[in-house]
């Protein structure tokens, strides 16, 4: 699975791993507005959160931004060779599953993912990058959906 920028991908990824948590957070609140049904999957000592912004300030959420934060940032240390994440990603997928998010909710990600990218960059998000990252995301879900019993 050879992507064809990776420094593409490197480049824009450096700009956004210097606050990941401020980026992370605009993906997740774009996620909630498109996708409200997955805010009650965040709970937390069964506590279920109220709003999307009481779900965004919770310090366990924010662990959970940080970690998927970390699996972009693998994906993009890994980029020209995606196959050494496929098992990690495959369990990635399984956890996924079994807390109730569906494979369909992962498309919204991805468009979240370039909505995120697009207000850090700027301008600098050219086509060009916008499709090298779509290409990315595209690979790290389908080792995701095996979690799923996909192939």
């Known amino acids: 699975m050879e992507l064809p920028e990776p420094e593409l991908i490197r480049q824009s990824w450096r700009e956004v791993s210097r606050s990941p948590l ?3 957070t605009v993906l997740f609140a774009r996620l909630f507005d498109l996708e409200p049904d997955l805010l009650p999957l965040f709970q937390y000592n069964c ?3 109220s709003s999307p912004e009481d779900c965004l300030s919770s310090p366990e959420f ?3 931004i940080r970690k998927v934060m970390l699996v972009i940032d693998a994906a993009v240390t890994n980029v020209e060779d995606l196959s050494s994440l496929e098992e ?4 990635l997928g399984r956890k996924h599953r079994a807390v109730g998010v569906k494979l369909s909710s992962f498309s919204t990600v991805g468009e979240t993912l370039l909505y995120m990218l697009e ?5 600098a998000f050219t086509p060009a990058t916008r499709a090298a990252w779509s290409q990315l995301y595209g ?3 389908q080792a995701m959906s095996r979690g799923w019993g996909g192939e």
């Not at 207000?119 to 301008?123: E, N, Q, R, S």
């Open 119 to 123: 207000k850090c960059l700027g301008p």
């Open 47 to 49: 506590r279920q959160f």
């Open 139 to 141: 690979a790290v879900v």
């Open 88 to 91: 990690y990603l495959a369990s």
């Open 22 to 24: 401020e980026h992370g």
């Open 62 to 64: 924010l662990d959970h």
